[in-house]
């Protein structure tokens, strides 16, 4: 079955539970996401807005409409998507035009909103200066994820960028948003997903509570305090997870689970880790919500060598990916952790390998989260950042505890995923920090 115009159907998982958590606090608005992208050279705001409204009549997700109804809440795209506003704002004479254009996109991101009524997203371009424009985008994380935002904001540069040439438009790159569900219930319903539910039981048989490295968990709240840094070497970690016969990816989780071991001397491990959720072309090119955090369970001991953590990683995170489609959710259900605060995972590790330059016009930019300052030029260098509480624990996500060590080439969501590198270089995202020397031993 299909999303058709004003037929009603099911949530997909991802919104499923997104809608569950954001009915048990209805004004948190923690579950809003976000980015802004600065332009930096001149741009037309009339032919900026016509691309805009463009990209999002393509991506049929801004349209949904969700509601609850007696068999659950259901979601449907109308005949006659709903009008919205293109907020229009001239900061250019403000003494730093930057942070006022930071103040208004956070005070946003903080509103909170009705899942029922909306609006779920809103869209603002602010004048920074003569050459200087900042797009903005918040969207409830029902309609996004994070791998949308990248779609969404490709497809804005590129028809702005044909426009402002007075050429052709490319054709619209997006799928229907009814096979990106679809394809959820269809999975639900197959052999695979018993297969997957069959491998996460066994993979997950007598685990032991996670550990963590914080002594409690934050509710989920918004703002968060986050903190930023720039890894000096990013391109140097290929050739050492090459040296080991894996990916940067492999090392950096390698990292965050010897730092775990080392930080609390526990060896059974269960960090959290993020996945996109999506298989085949046509979800990789539709906007929509399909994210996900799912344990990934690693042994070390101080007898470990670096080599070995990094190959035992390897092979778990290869089982992961085989088996990703089985939502952290179900996991929760199936081994009895959704009452009592009992937590599925630690540490969340999170790798975004999107790359990135988007240009306007032939203008480079610049995508950050909102509130940071460690932005970095399309296709220049990366950044990340770790959001907190205000008490200080760290919070990137509320549906992840606190306290993580997260490694991220980052993007964007108050519900806690935030803005990406520019290129498939990877950043530090940390907590404490990964130390120099963890207890392990040297490869031989």
């Not at 090392?251 to 880790?273: K, S």
């Amino acid at each position: 079955m299909s999303v058709h115009e004003e037929e009603l159907r099911p949530l997909s998982g991802a919104q499923e539970g997104i809608w569950f958590a954001q009915r048990l606090d209805p004004a948190n608005g923690a579950y809003n996401t976000g980015e802004y992208v600065e332009i930096h050279g001149r741009i037309d705001p009339a032919l900026f807005e016509t691309a805009l409204r463009r990209t999002v009549a393509e991506a049929q997700t801004f349209a949904l409409r969700f509601r609850d109804t007696p068999d659950g809440p259901c979601c449907v795209l109308p005949a006659e998507p709903a009008d919205w506003p293109l907020h229009r704002i001239d900061l250019s004479a403000e003494p730093d035009p930057r942070s006022a254009a930071e103040a208004w996109i956070r005070a946003d991101l903080a509103t909170p909103v009705d899942l029922e009524s909306g609006p779920l997203f809103t869209h603002a371009l602010f004048t920074l200066g003569a050459d200087h424009y900042a797009w903005s985008l918040r969207a409830h994380h029902i309609l996004l994820d994070g791998y949308s935002y990248k779609l969404v904001a490709r497809r804005l540069a590129d028809t702005y960028s044909a426009l402002a040439a007075g050429g052709e438009v490319p054709p619209d790159p997006f799928g229907p948003v009814g096979p990106l569900l679809d394809a959820d219930a269809e999975y639900r319903s197959s052999e695979r997903f018993a297969q997957h539910r069959a491998y996460w039981t066994d993979r997950l048989a007598n685990a032991p509570a996670p550990v963590r490295l914080s002594a409690r968990t934050a509710p989920p709240v918004y703002p968060f305090r986050r903190r930023a840094t720039v890894l000096p070497d990013a391109e140097g970690l290929a050739a050492a997870a090459g040296r080991f016969g894996a990916s940067r990816t492999d090392l950096l989780v390698a990292a965050v689970a010897a730092y775990l071991h080392r930080a609390t001397g526990a060896e059974d491990l269960v960090l959290g880790l993020a996945t996109m959720s999506r298989l085949g072309s046509a979800a990789l090119r539709t906007p929509g919500t399909t994210s996900d955090i799912l344990p990934l369970r690693v042994r070390v001991d101080p007898g470990t060598t670096v080599g070995d953590l990094v190959r035992r990683v390897a092979a778990e995170l290869a089982a992961l990916r085989r088996n990703q489609l089985y939502r952290g959710e179900y996991l929760r259900r199936d081994l009895g952790l959704l009452d009592g605060g009992r937590r599925l995972y630690g540490p969340v590790v999170n790798l975004i390998p999107f790359s990135e330059d988007l240009r306007f016009g032939g203008h480079p930019s610049t995508s950050s989260p909102p509130g940071s300052r460690a932005g970095s030029r399309s296709g220049a260098r990366c950044r990340c950042s770790t959001p907190t509480t205000r008490s200080g624990s760290a919070a990137c996500s509320p549906r992840r505890p606190p306290g993580r060590v997260c490694w991220n080439t980052s993007w964007p969501s108050g519900a806690g995923r935030w803005p990406a590198c520019r290129r498939t270089r990877v950043c530090p995202r940390t907590g404490p920090g990964v130390p120099a020397r963890a207890r392990v031993r040297p490869a031989r």
